[in-house]
């Protein structure tokens, strides 16, 4: 069985086989993945797995710089948009 995050927590591993990517500069320098409680949050119901990829980079002065990825492991699907409510055409009121 897999390790079960905690909810609001991940972990991150130093990625080894960013150097074999097609363009290595690309590639996460660390990945990983996740738990995120979505009701404590306020973004709806339930708990969401994700991955996490994070990208070590400089900024233009030179700084450090941390970019970050989160993405479901598994498709989520919208919700389906509620019907439009049916128009009353003027002179529907009559009850026949």
Known sequence: ?????????????YNDKRDQAPD???APSYKGDGMIDLAGLG???????VWL???VGEWPDGGKKLSLSIR?????E??????????EKEGDDVPW
């Open 1 to 13: 069985m897999a390790y079960q995050h905690k909810p609001n927590r991940g972990s991150l591993s």
């Open 24 to 26: 290595p500069s690309k």
């Open 43 to 49: 973004l709806g119901d339930g708990c969401v797995d």
């Open 53 to 55: 990829s994070i990208w």
């Open 72 to 76: 479901p492991k598994e498709p989520i």
């Open 78 to 87: 919208a919700p389906a948009p509620a019907p439009a409510p049916a128009q």
